[in-house]
């Protein structure tokens, strides 16, 4: 019986990738503008998608150029309600920053929440360990998964 080969060490780019996604986190996390926070924590799923798709997808040649959230179902189909989620939230992300939108809190924190549980599968599907839970958040998928199996 051979041992699997040990995966091949993730590129700079991912691992700065993952790093800004999780500073773009705590932003969102320690702002008191509820437009900002949304921004933030979309900004932070933007950059955990795009760190996934540059650690498992290859350069193509299209011409033209394609949103995280098009091309993460084909890299990745396991994120693939992630993606329209994700995507959804991006239009409501261009409309507060137009200024044709106003937020609430809850919408800010549910998006904050998901961001973070969506940083953890991604860092979860590339080998990495799980990151901390947010100072003051209670929802990461490890949490979520910890609560379930206490009840």
Known sequence: MRAAPASAPLAVTVLDLLDRARASLLMSACSDSVTQRYIDAHLSALRAAAALLAARSRPSRRSRPRSVWEVLPV?????SEW???FA???RRRAA???????????EADDLLRQ???FLDLV???LGLPAPRPLPGLAASATAAAQLGDER
């Open 75 to 79: 890299v990745a189909p396991e994120l």
């Open 83 to 85: 993606a329209l989620f």
């Open 88 to 90: 959804s939230s991006a």
């Open 96 to 106: 507060l920053e137009r200024g044709s939108y106003v937020m609430s809190l809850r």
């Open 115 to 117: 961001a973070e549980i």
């Open 123 to 125: 860092q979860t599907s």
